[in-house]
């Protein structure tokens, strides 16, 4: 899906990566791990298009496909006086225009995108009474709607609870065994090694894929 030629990310021209090389493989799962300040969420916005590598280069292999992303609740967000029902509803918005009014089948995989995520009854709760666990549960919810070849996650476990944890993580096997590609930035060692197939661990001046086994996190 994407081949990496000696890529390195970073902002405004300073490196933050090691040069990169490889292939992230369509159907594949693939956390990126390291310990803090090593990039890992730099050089997944690269890849997602949001800011320009510093060096080196990244193709898509079969043209660039769309993108579902889910980071971190930011905190700005929940000040907008939407419905957990609207939120999600945005993932329906590449296939329909924002003007026009969802249709009953767009209303029903939103019902159904909130039920696997234990949100039916909060359709129309604002999601500014949400907790951390529940805004990123919504968020899935939206990412589900949006059925995107390939999801990027950002960290999207960091301050959330168990219950929570559990609930995504299932879902993100879900739909990778439905064909979606998934690349994840995580930190939890053991969900690492237990679920991700894949990890491409970024060190200081070093990168290289692999296996779980002797990878640092923090």
């Known amino acids: 899906m994407i081949e990496l030629d000696h890529l390195v990310a970073g902002y405004h021209r300073q490196a933050i990566t090691p040069s990169l090389s490889g292939i992230i493989e369509t159907g594949s799962m693939t ?11 730099t050089l997944l916005k690269t890849l997602a298009g949001f800011i320009p590598p510093v060096s080196g280069t990244l193709r898509w292999m079969a043209g660039r496909p769309t993108i579902g992303w889910l980071a971190q609740r930011h905190a700005l967000e929940s000040q907008f006086p939407l419905t957990v029902q609207d939120v999600v509803s945005m993932g329906a918005w590449p296939r329909i225009s924002l ?28 999601i500014d009474q949400l907790s951390g666990g529940q805004f990123q549960r919504m968020l899935f919810a939206r990412v ?28 993100m096997t879900e739909m990778n065994r439905q064909g979606q590609t998934l690349l994840a930035v995580l930190h939890d060692s053991q969900r690492v090694s237990d679920y991700f197939p894949e990890t491409l661990h970024l060190k200081a001046e070093q990168a290289y894929w692999g296996s779980t086994q002797g990878a640092a996190f923090a």
């Open 31 to 41: 956390a990126i791990v390291g310990v803090n300040g090593c990039g890992k969420s």
């Open 99 to 126: 003007l026009k009014a969802l249709d009953r089948g767009v209303r029903m995989r939103v019902a159904a995108a909130l039920e696997r995520v234990g949100l039916s009854s909060m359709a129309r709760v604002t």
């Open 144 to 171: 589900l709607l949006q059925q995107a070849p390939l999801v990027m996650l950002d960290e999207s476990f960091t301050g959330v609870d168990e219950a929570t944890r559990r609930v995504l993580m299932a879902l």
